[in-house]
């Protein structure tokens, strides 16, 4: 079973435009992930926001998590060409960390 | 730290054979999940284990499938026999708190 669910499917910007991606999920979490993964490469941990925190930074990333939606989003500034990859939110679950199905984020040098 | 290794990294192989997927966890490491990857369904948990035993396999597709860990450095995923559907990419990953590492993935092509 899913617990995060990305919108949208696909954004394809140009280089310098930020870029917004939203995950919502089910159940009630401690914690949410985002993790990248570059074509034909593993996931890498980007960013991880506890459910007693709002929004959380790091370099050009920001996430915020609306735990009342069961919502988070993920804006990152100033995108750049090797920005482009498949982005995922990641929910814990039964002690499992269960992925939603991804954004595909192409930037446009 | 050389990351969780996994090989092979790309396996083709024929309908009806026996493929066996290995992976060498970060050193340190007490939990370790298998997922598959298809386009069609997206990144699939199969099963994990906490402390080499395994603690969910609900996401094993069927008797086909099987891992074991019998050790902590060390994890296999076995299709036996394997048919042209189970062509996907096999992910290990592991982790000692909330955040998960990835392999670099085998990809597994049975025609």
């Known amino acids: 079973s899913q617990q995060g669910e990305e919108d949208p499917q696909a954004l394809s910007i140009q280089e310098g435009e930020n870029a917004t991606m939203n995950c919502s999920y089910k159940?009630?979490?401690?914690?949410l992930q985002w993790y990248r993964q570059n074509s034909g490469r593993g996931l890498v941990h980007l960013i991880l926001i506890r459910s007693n925190e709002r929004e959380k930074h790091s370099g050009r990333l920001r996430v915020t998590l609306d735990t009342s939606k069961k919502s988070s989003s993920l804006l990152i500034t100033a995108s750049r060409a090797a920005d482009t990859a498949s982005y995922f939110c990641a929910a814990p679950q039964g002690g499992k960390l269960i992925f939603g199905q991804g954004t595909e984020l192409s930037v446009k040098p | 730290d050389a990351g969780v290794i996994q090989s092979p990294r790309h396996e083709v192989t024929e309908m009806g054979q026996e493929v066996t997927l290995r992976c060498k966890p970060i050193?340190?490491?007490?939990?370790l999940f298998w997922y598959r990857q298809t386009m069609m369904r997206g990144l699939e948990l199969l099963i994990y284990f906490n402390n080499n035993v395994p603690i969910d396999d609900s996401g094993m597709p069927e008797d086909r499938f099987s891992a074991k860990m019998p050790n902590a450095s060390f994890s296999t995923l076995k299709i036996q026999p394997s048919e042209p559907r189970d062509s996907a990419v096999y992910f290990c990953?592991?982790?000692?708190?909330?955040?998960?590492?990835f392999g670099e993935g085998s990809w597994l092509t049975v025609v």
């Open positions: 050193s340190g490491h007490n939990s």
């Open positions: 159940t009630s979490i401690n914690n």
């Open positions: 990953a592991s982790s000692s708190g909330d955040t998960i590492y």
